[in-house]
T-cell receptor, first 112, second 113 residues
Framework: NAGVTQTPKFQVLKTGQSMTLQCAQD?????MYWYRQDPGMGLRLIYY???????DKGEVPNGYNVSRLNKREFSLRLESAAPSQTSVYFC???????????FGPGTRLTVT | GENVEQHPSTLSVQEGDSAVIKCTYS??????FPWYKQELGKRPQLIID?????GEKKDQRIAVTLNKTAKHFSLHITETQPEDSAVYFC????????????FGDGTTLTVKP
């Protein structure tokens, strides 16, 4: 099992550019999450998907969109990147009803 | 929504000493409280968790206590070792929200040899 995988590992964007962060899990988990982690702060939830076909906003959704493509994959899109979106992005997943979350390795995004 | 506060933000101890990290939460509906360890440049990993129907849980050198009335929970690490140095995060979850968690801001623990 690869667990939770994320691509890319690193990305540099210019202000206004768009990109999609990819996340996949092979543990047959129902729920998937996108968090951002800024220096000196905890993880803040951007969006989550309780099950295939559903998505909901988290604490900091502005500037992002998500797609739950199928049970395995949950992507995060930045339509027009801003310097304030410079952060490390973590995807996570868990089986519904068991709340231990498994995290991916993270994507370090810099917006200049 | 839920608010989780974590203290201290940094903690330095001598090897072999104990370390205690405390968190408070605001929503009495929260019923699951995990602790994650994050080493530099790595992903967060669960080290211990506790549910609201339990007051204390122990796993070797780490333990977690929960006071539902006061809405706070703590992580205790005994006989600390240099490899315990990392950032530790507490979190709170409700089972009505698909397990989504609200995290504290983290505690950077340094264990000096």
């Amino acid at each position: 099992n690869a667990g939770v995988t994320q691509t890319p590992k690193f990305q540099v964007l210019k202000t206004g550019q768009s990109m999609t962060l990819q996340c996949a899990q092979d543990m047959n988990h129902n729920s998937m999450y996108w968090y951002r982690q800024d220096p000196g702060m905890g993880l803040r939830l951007i969006y989550y998907s309780a099950s295939e076909g559903t998505t909901d906003k988290g604490e900091v959704p502005n500037g992002y969109n998500v797609s739950r493509l199928n049970k395995r994959e949950f992507s995060l899109r930045l339509e027009s990147a801003a310097p304030s979106q410079t952060s490390v992005y973590f995807c996570a997943s868990n089986v519904a009803g068991t709340y231990e979350q498994y995290f991916g390795p993270g994507t370090r995004l810099t917006v200049t | 929504g839920e608010n989780v506060e974590q203290h201290p933000s940094t903690l330095s101890v001598q090897e072999g000493d104990s370390a205690v990290i405390k968190c408070t939460y605001s929503d009495s509906a929260s019923n699951y409280f995990p602790w994650y360890k994050q080493e530099l440049g790595k992903r967060p990993q669960l080290i211990i968790d506790i549910r609201s129907n339990v007051g204390e849980k122990k796993d070797q050198r780490i333990a977690v206590t929960l006071n539902k009335t006061a809405k706070h929970f703590s992580l205790h690490i005994t006989e600390t070792q240099p490899e315990d140095s990392a950032v530790y995060f507490c979190a709170a979850s409700m089972n009505t929200n698909a397990g989504k968690s609200t995290f504290g801001d983290g505690t950077t623990l340094t264990v000096k040899p």
